[in-house]
Nanobody, 123 residues
Framework: QAQLVQSGGGLVQAGGSLRLSCAAS????????VGWFRQAPGMVREFVAA????????DYADSVKGRFTISRDNAKNTVYLQMNSLKPEYTAIYSC????????????????WGQGTQVTVSP
């Protein structure tokens, strides 16, 4: 069974950068899709970005396009989310997850989830 272990996150000032990591164990990511989602207090979980392992195709939420970059490291079985020009409204718990097949932004299509990591952006 796949396990996803997240690292990174923390507190940063607006305009700053953070990088989140999502390392998979128990499963070699070959034909999977890895996505990042976030959930702010009192809000529903929302899609942030995803990458397909096979072809490296990516998809982003409109709100983060041009600011966030998702990437993968095949050798390390790890996906990264580089977040630049952060805004206070990006404060949330960020979680990575695995889906199968085509890239999808629907959280119900994801099956294994990381533990979540807090990202706090101060004004």
């Amino acid at each position: 069974q796949a396990q996803l272990v997240q690292s990174g996150g923390g507190l940063v000032q607006a305009g700053g950068s953070l990088r989140l990591s999502c390392a998979a164990s128990g499963r070699t990511l070959t034909t999977d899709v890895v996505g990042w989602f976030r959930q702010a207090p009192g809000m529903v979980r929302e899609f942030v970005a995803a990458v397909s392992w096979t072809y490296g195709r990516t998809d982003y939420a409109d709100s983060v396009k041009g600011r966030f970059t998702i990437s993968r490291d095949n050798a390390k079985n790890t996906v990264y989310l580089q977040m630049n020009s952060l805004k206070p409204e990006y404060t949330a718990i960020y979680s990575c997850a695995i889906s199968y097949g085509e890239i999808t932004s629907r959280d119900v299509d994801y099956h294994y989830w990381g533990q979540g990591t807090q990202v706090t952006v101060s004004p």
